[in-house]
């Protein structure tokens, strides 16, 4: 699927003539920049490529990018986006999402989407809160939420979607934040090159209905201590170098590093290909919060295992000619 | 085992008109394959045949009760026929619970084939007989026919090393030989039937087949019959026939829709009773183009047919109606997005759950109304089994000539009953004409064809035809969101417009019986052939009477309106408690009464001729 050809697009080409129409400051237009700039560095022509979106703020996507684009319903875009892989390989297919989206309303999909490997690049919008519908609480708010539908707060648990992706076997699942463009970039890039599904979290501001959401992950003060970024073959530091994380026993640990503390050469050097406890294990973090590629593995990809299936019992049957399945195996004649 | 031609008792060869046969046992008695082997049997002979299987929902609901019968009804004759019979001249059942369940609809004087060796002490209570009906004189108004089948099998298969419960399991083929001989049928094909469906398994093969012609030798050996019966074989059109079933013919003519389009088929299917043996035909057919997709959930199923459909194939779901109550939503974006999309709804009986073996008509309104907004879709119903070929077949035709989805209904009856089919000469399919708009000049994505209004259909892949379509309202030219009042007003009676212009193509309705006149019948769906024999039982019994069949509910038929004006009554029998009727008499002001019956069953010949006989008078 992927032209070798340098095709010469430039961000401006991945550009629509629509007014682009989210909240001035939403995280969402950060993420739309990244996405303009690394698709014209792929060497995909724009007429093969499709974004499918649900319904909400994010979802609204696909009007921007000049490309070929599906704006679905609520919670269904994996499942359309699949019908469209299967019979159309030679796409590549994103799908855009958010965490009302793919997790309460389309929380099925977006799990079979996973566990099929259908070849899906899947963006989803995590702002821990329902935006277009004016402030509910979202699967990831956190417990207590004070939102417009919960006025005491929400008793509902959150749902964590790198968890989630990874017990549904996932192949690519990946985690990056709206402002962080060089992060952001480099992660769509990883995730076009992923043969099979590719699910990448992108934690984002809704600076309306619940700013500030992911600010001690993006404030300049902060965010050296919060974020841990996940770098496959090397060791987990963050804070400047002056943390890491070990494990003990299964448990990951925040220790210090350098004098005083441990050794490097004790912190969990990273695997992308590890098996997806030890993802799942790191997924659970909070303080830091990981960012980057939690797991990175090859498994057989949904459309290409249908085409095999079809070859082989062409191979064995030979193509299938109407008039003999339509008389099917007992027939008489009536002169 | 070998009959002496000396001792051979004088036997009458009966000549019959029709037959109707009802075999009966416990769900795992083996009743349904028995069933099909003597209709198969019958049609190779030449008869007419409708079949009309009757099962439980249950798996193997408990032995020897009420709730475990399992039923397959054949009516055959050297006449044309419409139904599978109103009432069985023969019962063949294997035990208590059997008897006890079919009786009733039993002809009075009918023959009664009963498997003694099923009658026993503990059956005959679990079926709630305080005594042997077979021989306390309660069946005194019916030819019975003790046969002790289950030792007869056993003995058959005495030494044979099998297992008493396969031995047990052979007994269904000792009725079916016994059968075959009594119609005068030869065995061979239920012999041939038996090693292709056990090959590998020649110990089966072999205790089948020595049961079977057991049960065969038995007919022609002891003396319980003074007649055998023959059923001449029927005129029917000069062709290739073979027996076909709803579904089958339904998961046949998506293979055609796709070979003729020489477009991809991808069907999207979630399993749903009755309408899982499309899922399960198609599966097999990956080298006919044709892609099966067991989705998660119903909603996932239609979902990714609208994509396939997104993607320039042609898209497909089957389900019934629990399912397509779920795939509404999803029905409306490819309305609102207007992709073509094939969607069949074997009915069942409802609501919820409800009768999921049986058959019911009442998902009509829930497929023209069912969908927020005004949603028009096309929907056409099929009339018996093969019929569901063509309605398939014309449309696919329609979505893709009108960018829309489009309904086809069928139902339990005859999505799992038989009957004969002429298979269509190769000259007889007419190509779907597909364009796929590649040029990029002046390219609008709602802009729309002229005469159709249809929207240009664009393969994702197309350079120079990026664009974006959605469910939110769109301009009516550039497909850019819209909340312009009038825009939406104009897109909704757009979209109302490109539907009704459907009628357009129609052929002209056909009324069966005089074109005007005192009553015309209305009917839609299976229920076509039960009126068809009813009203063709009243014309001879001298009365006016008319049959009119709807194959097209949305957009109704231009001249509908015109033909229902001519007669003076207008009755509507329908397997609800009136959909049709409504949208009848609110569309053309007419007075239609209905005949409605919501038994999970389909209507008999006779009580439409008596309901209607009432109206009449």
Redesign the interface.
């Known amino acids: 699927m992927k032209a070798t050809a340098v095709v010469g697009l430039t961000r401006k080409d991945f550009q629509t003539d629509q007014e682009v129409r989210w909240c001035p400051g939403c995280g969402d237009y950060a993420i739309l920049a990244s996405v303009q700039k690394v698709l014209p560095e792929l060497g995909i022509p724009r007429e093969n490529i499709v974004f499918v979106s649900g319904i909400g703020c994010s979802s609204r996507f696909p009007y921007y990018m000049n490309t070929y684009g599906f704006h679905t319903i609520h919670g269904r875009a994996p499942a359309i986006a699949t019908g469209l892989k299967n019979t159309r390989p030679d796409l590549q297919v994103w799908v855009v999402t958010g965490d009302g989206d793919a997790l309460a309303i389309g929380g099925n999909h977006f799990l079979h989407a996973l566990r099929r490997n259908v070849d899906l690049k899947i963006l989803l919008f995590n702002n821990r809160v329902y935006g277009l519908t004016k402030g509910q609480y979202s699967p990831t708010s956190e417990f207590g939420k004070k939102a417009k539908s919960t006025p005491y707060g929400s008793i509902d648990e959150p749902v964590n979607p790198i968890q989630i992706a990874l017990g549904a076997n996932a192949s690519f699942v990946a985690r990056s934040i709206d402002v962080e463009a060089r992060h952001l970039q480099e992660m769509l890039r990883r995730m076009a090159e992923h043969r099979g599904t590719a699910v990448l979290e992108i934690l984002q501001n809704c600076n309306v209905f619940n700013d500030g959401a992911w600010d001690h992950l993006t404030n300049k003060e902060t965010k050296a201590e919060n974020q841990l970024v996940l770098e496959h073959g090397k060791p987990l530091l963050f804070a400047n170098g002056k943390k890491g994380i070990r494990l003990r026993g299964f448990v990951p640990e925040v220790v210090e590093v350098g004098e005083g503390g441990v050794d490097v050469s004790e912190l969990l050097v990273w695997d992308e290909k590890a098996p997806p406890a030890l993802a799942f294990a790191l997924a659970g973090l909070a303080s830091p919060t990981p960012i980057g590629v939690f797991r990175q593995v090859e498994r057989p990809v949904y459309h290409e295992l249908e085409e095999q299936q079809a070859r082989q019992v062409v191979e064995r049957l030979g193509p299938g000619e109407l008039s003999r399945l339509l008389a099917g195996r007992d027939t008489w004649t009536v002169e | 085992m070998q009959s002496q031609p000396a001792l051979k008792p004088e036997r009458r060869v009966e000549r019959l008109d029709a037959v109707t046969v009802r075999f009966a046992g416990d769900s795992g008695d083996g009743m349904q394959l028995t069933g099909s082997e003597f209709s ?1 049997a019958s ?2 002979a ?1 008869n007419d045949i409708r079949t009309f299987p009757d099962f439980p929902a249950e798996i193997r609901a408990p032995a020897g009760t009420l709730a475990g019968v399992s039923g397959f009804q054949v009516q055959f004759a050297s006449h044309p026929i419409y139904t599978p019979g109103d009432r069985p001249d023969v019962l063949v059942a294997m035990n208590p619970a059997a008897l006890k369940a079919n009786l009733p609809d039993l002809k009075p004087g009918g023959l009664i084939i009963a498997n003694t060796g099923g009658f026993t002490d503990q059956n005959l209570k679990k079926a709630g007989y305080d005594a042997n009906p077979l021989e306390d004189g309660s069946l005194a108004g019916y030819r019975v026919i003790p046969v002790d089948i289950t030792r007869l099998t056993e003995n058959a298969l005495h030494g044979s090393g099998l297992s008493a419960r396969e031995i047990a399991r052979s007994k269904n083929m000792f009725a079916l030989g016994l059968m075959l001989w009594l119609y005068q049928r030869p065995l061979e ?1 239920a012999v041939a039937d038996l090693r ?1 469906k056990f090959v590998g398994r020649p110990e089966i093969v072999e205790a089948n087949e020595k049961v079977l012609r057991a049960g065969h030798a038995y007919g022609e050996t002891a003396e319980l019959f003074t007649s055998v019966y023959e059923v001449p074989p029927a005129r ?9 079933s709803g579904n089958q013919a339904i998961a ?1 003519g998506i ?2 829709a796709a ?1 003729l389009s020489g477009l ?1 088929g ?1 069907l ?1 299917s979630y399993p749903i009773t009755p309408a899982s043996d499309i899922l399960h035909e198609l599966s097999r ?5 044709v ?1 099966t ?1 067991q ?3 119903e ?2 199923a239609i ?11 042609l ?1 497909i779901t089957t389900s019934s109606g629990p399912g397509i109550a779920l795939k509404q ?2 029905i409306n ?1 490819a309305v609102m ?1 207007e992709l073509p999309l094939l969607i069949v709804d074997v009915q069942r009986g409802g609501p919820s759950t409800g009768l999921p073996t049986k058959t019911e008509q009442a998902d009509l309104l829930q497929v023209l109304f069912g969908r927020n907004g005004e949603s028009p879709v096309p929907v056409l119903a099929a009339q018996s089994p093969g019929d569901c070929f063509r309605t398939v077949l014309e449309a696919a035709r329609i979505a893709i000539r009108y960018m829309t989805p489009v309904i086809v209904l069928s139902d339990g009856s005859i999505a799992n009953g038989q009957e004969p089919w002429r ?2 000469e ?1 000259s007889e ?1 007419e190509r779907i004409q597909v364009r796929f708009r590649t040029d990029p000049e002046g390219f609008q994505p709602y802009a729309r064809d002229p005469e159709t209004l249809a929207r240009a259909w664009v393969r ?13 309202e769109k301009h009516h030219l550039t497909g ?2 819209s909340y312009d009042p009038k825009n939406h007003e104009l897109m909704v009676r757009t979209r109302a417009e490109k539907i009704e212009r459907i009628a357009r193509e129609f052929p002209p309705l056909e009324v069966d019986g005089s074109p005007s006149g005192k009553l015309l019948v209305v009917g839609w769906g299976s229920t076509y052939g039960a009126i068809a024999a009813a009203v063709r039982e009243l014309r001879r019994r001298g009365r006016d009477v008319s049959h009119l069949h709807l194959r097209y509910l949305n957009p109704l038929p231009r001249d509908l309106g015109e033909i229902l004006s001519r007669f003076e009554r207008v009755v509507v029998p329908e397997l609800n408690l009136g959909q049709l009727r409504t949208i009848l008499r609110s569309r053309y002001l007419v007075d239609a009464k209905g005949i409605n019956k919501v038994q999970g069953r389909p209507f008999q010949v006779t009580e439409l001729v008596e309901r209607i006989e009432e109206l009449l008078s």
């Open positions: 198969k049609a190779i030449g094909k292709s029917l059109a000069p062709g290739t026939y073979r027996n076909i046949l293979v055609a070979q991809k991808f999207g057919y990956k080298n006919y183009g892609t997709f989705a998660e959930d909603i996932a979902s990714a047919a609208i994509g396939a459909a997104f993607g320039g194939n898209g939503e999803a974006l997005a298979i269509p190769p399919l994702p892949g197309t350079p120079g035809l990026e664009h974006r379509i959605g469910g939110l850019a969101v």
